[in-house]
């Protein structure tokens, strides 16, 4: 038992559900307990990423974007310009 863990539990699952969690438990390589006490633990967790976050991120995206194709047209003119000056 962890060090963590003290308190037994019983608990009903449906078979799916208990085989689901046995395979992935296994998959992570440790036990079913340990699984379904980390699955809970995450579900607790405060998201990393609230909505106004993301709105925030796609606007800086978005704006980074632009200034990429501003820096494409400078270095395409650029690049005519140079290769208009070989030519001559």
């Known amino acids: 038992m962890g060090k963590h863990l003290g308190v037994a539990y019983n ?3 449906p078979p799916e559900l208990k ?3 046995a395979e992935s438990a296994k998959e992570l ?3 079913m ?5 980390a699955r809970l633990e995450q579900s607790f967790q405060k998201p990393i990423t609230t ?8 606007e800086l995206l978005k704006q980074s974007i632009e200034n990429n194709k501003k820096y494409f047209q400078m270095i395409e003119e650029l690049l ?3 290769d208009e000056n070989k030519a001559k």
């Open 29 to 31: 390589n440790r036990s």
């Open 11 to 13: 608990l009903r699952l």
């Open 51 to 58: 909505e106004h976050e993301v709105n925030d991120l796609r």
């Open 80 to 82: 005519k310009k140079s």
């Open 19 to 21: 085989d689901k969690i």
């Open 33 to 37: 307990n340990a699984d379904i006490v």
